[in-house]
């Protein structure tokens, strides 16, 4: 029985050497994300190219692909117990790149998040979020939210439409300038002299006033500045 046990032990040990290594540990030296592949490094001294991140190498195709971090730690694998490589675990990533179809996109990093559906783009960041949907823009960053569109409505908009505040500052300007400088004159007026003698008794005939001016207000309008009633928080 000992006999046969290292019979098949032999056959064991000769078999390693005669095939190569199907997997073993590298340190990630590059990585072309274009292509998905890397070149990985063993024993310190020895490189091995064009190994494989995605099934293929082609830019073109679809699917999900890991981005192993350099220096970091990889375990690869033989292809068909040929020369071709490829990763099958990763000790650190550094980027998740994803895309479905032709018209899907995902990228996410350390720092962002990017997702791009046909029209729509989509990035975020630590405290910003830009977005843009077929000519529509947002973008929330710094406590602000800026937005670009053809028609924006708050809460439904049933309210209606808000003031384009430098036009109504200035139509209201114009009626405190008029007001300000408001004059006038009365018009000369006749008046019958009933009860106007002369001094021989006799009634005379009409009596005339003399024109009459009326002078600005003694105390003028205030003109109006948009900071004493704008809103600070929304714009538009």
């Excluded at 692909?65 to 490829?86: F, K, Q, Y």
């Excluded at 791009?116 to 077929?134: G, H, L, M, N, R």
């Amino acid at each position: 029985m000992e006999s046969v046990f290292k019979f098949w032990q032999h056959v064991e040990d000769r078999v390693k050497r005669l095939m190569p290594i199907q997997v073993f540990p590298a340190v990630v030296k590059e990585v072309d994300e274009d292509l998905r592949t890397c070149t990985v490094r063993i024993n310190d001294n020895v490189d091995f190219e064009d190994v494989r991140l995605y099934a293929v190498i082609d830019d073109s195709l679809s699917g999900f692909c890991l981005i192993p971090a350099i220096d970091s730690t990889v375990l690869v694998a033989r292809i068909a117990n040929g020369n071709d490589l490829h990763v099958v675990s990763f000790s650190e990533v550094d980027k998740v790149l994803g895309t479905i179809g032709d018209k899907t996109e995902i990228a996410i990093d350390e720092a962002s998040l990017t997702y791009k559906f046909d029209k729509t783009e989509i990035a975020v960041k630590s405290a910003e979020v830009t977005a843009k949907i077929d000519g529509v823009e947002l973008e929330v960053k710094e406590n602000k939210v800026k937005i670009k569109a053809d028609e924006i409505a708050f809460n439904g908009g049933e309210k209606g439409e808000l003031i384009n505040i430098d036009d109504l500052t200035g139509k209201i300007n114009e009626l405190v300038d008029v007001f300000n400088k408001h004059t006038h004159t009365i018009k000369p007026i006749s008046v019958p002299a009933s009860g106007l003698t002369s001094p021989a008794g006799a009634v005379t005939g009409s009596a005339t006033t003399a024109s009459v001016g009326v002078p600005a207000p003694d105390s003028s309008a205030s003109r109006l500045d948009k900071k004493d009633y704008k809103d600070d928080k929304i714009k538009h």
